[in-house]
């Protein structure tokens, strides 16, 4: 009797349990299907809407490139005025900072991954830190304390020197080298953590000096993890919004700040396709920049 | 002098020097003036003076308090969210067995990604719309009599805040399932666990790591979002990055501005010590 009821209960169980599995399966289909659908249908509609014949978003009526030639010729809809001028003019704008706090970032990032790497030093766990906050940080709350930190700097130097600065491309420079540090830092560290450092103390043995030897053994061999470091950094920079749109003046607005301008307001078919433009562009841009590290650490 | 410049040079702190030094006055003085103003009082045109106060931390907790609450339960509404596609969707990338494949449902999810914050949230717009794709759709199909009002709602808040975080979930979780050994799936169930109990006993444990990295990750800027809920949310989906905003316009308070800073990084200070000592009670197990 008790053998009876204890195998009802065994296939009650792997009933249930034949039941949990076929549902985990089903589960485990579906949930790829949506969750693809959830990322891709957003990216589907923008397109497809700046290709659209009549300004609705609701229904697709015809194929036209009027948005795009729109865009060209300083036409937004009827009631903004849209130039192509200054549009442009971001676009530059948002290359040059790129590139200087790149640069500067770079340079920086990799000199603190060194030391870090090869230092003997107290304190360093006070620098990962350091180098740990950026990162975490809420970019707003970052955005306002340097918003906040220029001002007061700004109104010192006016009562000392008497000269007024405003915010422009140097305080866009300085905060994108700011958040920009931490990134290369991590990329090169990571590179530096590969590399066998009785390299470095062979060329010594060697007979070289220590600049000799960080230049002819290390820096090459950590150029590939520097070059990915500046590629993520140009791309955080051209991408970043937040913190630029606190930090930037009069007429130095990035791309991202002016297009935050037109996104803003209503959905018009031609902000459909400036965003379509610029998607193109980053994906394009990440591409290469993806595809030359690829290069990079097969050859090395 | 020559001599301590020597010692700096050989155990390698002059190379950190002017990273540190940057970092010092870019990012820490910053803070510590939030911190100083966050207690100041509100003088002419919004910026800071003294007498020193704790007013602004009184009205956060008071008047605004709503607003700090619907922020912490939307990002972890966001979270739970996230975890609930993201695991199952790294699972099943981590699980194919073709490299090609498992490689092409992965850029899938990352590809999105590489396009801006922003118009990836403006893409919203155009769904969500009272004229928008989604409202169309179901009007023609007849499903509704009229549209539905999604836009400007905390609704639209949610939706734009997973999509923008939910590869951060993924991507770690995907990281520890590719990990994971299958053969302890084998054992559990030669040992009699039916597949419920192997999963909870078995495959979420040994996930955990990437689960809680996940979480953090999807967290973290949710709390402190400003983007989405200005494009999406409208004053109902109003959050505490855009009361931040707010107070840095023309009739701005930078007083207050600093403190409601100041509360949202101890929130997230607060979330990465919890973080952080689960992942230690999780590795010393």
Not at chain 1, 37 to 47: H, S
């Amino acid at each position: 009797m008790a053998a009876a009821s204890q195998m009802l209960v065994n296939e009650q169980a792997m009933r249930r349990n034949h039941m949990v599995r076929q549902l985990g399966k089903v589960g485990l289909w579906l949930n790829p299907i949506f969750a693809y659908f959830f990322l891709w249908a957003p990216i589907v509609v923008l397109v497809l809407f700046s290709f659209n014949s009549s300004r609705s978003v609701a229904s697709f009526t015809g194929f036209t490139l009027k948005w795009y030639n729109n865009i060209l010729n300083n036409v937004m809809g009827a009631e903004r005025a849209f130039s192509t001028e200054i549009m442009l003019n971001a676009f530059r704008n948002s290359l040059f900072v790129g590139t200087v706090a790149t640069l500067i970032a770079t340079v920086l990032g990799t000199l603190i991954a060194l030391a870090m790497a090869r230092g003997r030093f107290p304190g360093k766990g006070l620098i990962d830190g350091l180098l740990f906050l950026p990162v975490v940080i809420p970019e707003i709350t970052q955005a306002i304390s340097l918003a906040i930190f220029f001002k007061v700097a700004f109104d010192w130097i006016a009562v000392i020197s008497g000269e007024r600065i405003f915010p422009g491309f140097h305080t866009i420079i300085m905060a994108h080298v700011t958040f920009n540090i931490s990134f290369v830092a991590i990329v090169v560290r990571a590179r530096l953590a590969d590399m066998d450092p009785q390299l470095e103390e062979a060329a010594k043995d060697l007979g070289a000096n220590p600049w000799q030897a960080y230049w002819r053994v290390t820096f090459p061999l950590i150029l590939p993890g520097v070059i990915s470091g500046a590629l993520l950094a140009f791309t955080l920079s051209l991408d970043d919004f937040v913190i630029t749109f606190f930090t930037s003046g009069v007429g130095t607005s990035t791309l991202p700040v002016f297009v935050y301008g037109l996104l803003k307001l209503t959905v018009t078919p031609e902000v459909n396709a400036i965003s379509t433009i610029m998607m193109v562009l980053s994906t394009l841009l990440i591409g290469i920049s993806l595809a030359l590290q690829g290069r990079n650490a097969s050859r090395s | 002098m020559a001599f301590h410049l020597r010692r700096l040079r050989e155990n390698g702190s002059l190379l950190a020097l002017p990273t540190v030094a940057w970092l010092v006055v870019f990012f820490v003085l910053p803070l510590v003036i939030v911190l100083v103003v966050s207690f100041m009082s509100r003088g002419r045109g919004g910026v800071g003076q003294m007498p020193l106060t704790v007013e602004h931390y009184e009205r956060t907790f008071g008047v605004f308090f709503i607003i700090l609450q619907r922020s912490i339960g939307l990002a972890a509404l966001t979270t739970i969210v996230c975890l609930l596609v993201g695991y199952p969707l790294a699972f099943f990338i981590a699980t194919r067995r073709r490299r090609l494949v498992q490689q092409i449902t992965l850029f899938l999810v990352i590809l999105p990604f590489w396009t801006n914050f922003l118009i990836r949230t403006y893409a919203w717009r155009i769904l969500l719309g009272e004229e928008g794709t989604i409202n169309g759709v179901l009007l023609s199909l007849g499903l509704i009599g009229e549209p539905l009002s999604l836009l400007n709602t905390q609704f639209a808040v949610l939706v734009g805040l997973v999509y923008g975080f939910l590869p951060f979930m993924v991507l770690p979780i995907f990281a520890s399932v590719e990990r994971f050994n299958f053969r302890y799936v084998d054992a559990a169930h030669d040992l009699g666990a039916n597949d419920l109990r192997t999963f909870l006993r078995v495959v979420l444990p040994l996930t955990l790591p990437g689960v809680l990295a996940g979480c953090a990750l999807v967290f973290i800027p949710s709390v402190g979002a400003f983007v989405t809920p200005d494009l999406l949310g409208g004053t109902k989906g109003l959050m505490i990055g855009n009361l931040i905003n707010k107070q840095f316009g023309g009739s701005g308070n930078m007083p207050l501005g600093s403190a409601l800073s100041i509360v949202m990084m101890a929130v997230v200070m607060i979330s990465l010590l919890v973080y952080t000592l689960a992942n230690r009670r999780e590795a010393s197990r």
